[in-house]
């Protein structure tokens, strides 16, 4: 079995070559070395509350059921994402996390004439797909000062191909900032033919700021729009891979057949439970995070250490000086810590974990900085 630690052992660089893009940045994303038992993972925006209780329950009550496809279910369960974004089953697709729904959304939208086009840096997992793995061209537009994508530019690079795939983080990440929603209007509004846009809403219920605004309402209108949102987020289940697309019916019908398989029914039946108690359970989990990051962003400003203003559960620290001295310093103390981002060389990317993980980072953190 590769466990993350494992990564660190094996012959790596030669086999990320054959591996799936996932696979693949997340190695890039593994620590190296021998790690102390505590060790803090505050590098890949995960979400230290994992699986709510009831989601818990589900799963170790369906664990002797295992020896079952369950496919009778899935009509039921697919409703029911459908429902939480009061939408029909006709316009989600479910994925093995999001990540399967914009792999498939490279695949049905890019073609040899048709690009993918994204502001940067950005989520790689789309445009790896698309160069990598399909041997599409990217087109990357350099976000602009305060790193909000040119939208005009992302549009007119589509006019030029003649169509193609506009990918957009919402937040972003790595920066944890926001599309501001008139740009969001506007690129909607002045889609060219042959185009469509998929936002990645991965972080979007961490959000604190009225310009960001989910795409979902153009989904809901008919536009030629596709939103993915995940279950490894918010909803604290990274491992259990669960994601879903929204997009009118007739964009999922172009997307359903690039999907694999149906998920695990171990994974369905954590989803319906953390649906049940979705209404408070999200507004819990965003309020402790704003609450911590806010402290962690006060804990800066007090040292006089610029970061970006963070809208997503991670924080972009501008450290003054090469991030890596600090992304390979840490995890040996006990706290690890985003990768690179080029060009953003000197940002430590660092997802929010919980209280008591913030303070063992600010620890670390300082002890690296002050050297
Ligand atoms: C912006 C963004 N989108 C999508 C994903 C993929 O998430 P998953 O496949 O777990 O839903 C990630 C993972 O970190 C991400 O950061």
Redesign the pocket.
Known sequence: MLTRRGFARVGLTALAGRMLP?MAYAQRAAVHGTLPKDMVWLN??ENPDGPPRSSIEAMAKVLPEGGRYHYQEFGAFYAAVARSEDLAPEQILVG?????I?HAAVDAFTSPARPLIAAVP??E?PLDVASRGLGRTVVRVPLEPPYVPDVKRLVAEAEKAGGGLIYL?NP??PTSTVTPKKDLAWMVANLPPNTVLVV?E??IHFGDTPELESALSYVREGKSVVV?R????IYGM?GL???FGCAPPELIARMAPFRNNVISIVTVRSVLAALEEARTLLPDRRARLIRTRREQCAWLRDRGLAYIEPQANFLMIDVGRNAREFIEAMPPKGVAVGRPFPPMNNFLRVTIGTDAEMARFREVFWSVYKG
């Open positions: 996932e890949a925006n093995s996390g999001s990540s399967e914009l950005t989520y997992g983080c972003n990440n990645d991965a972080y993915t995940t279950f490894s987020k990274a891979r669960a994601g």
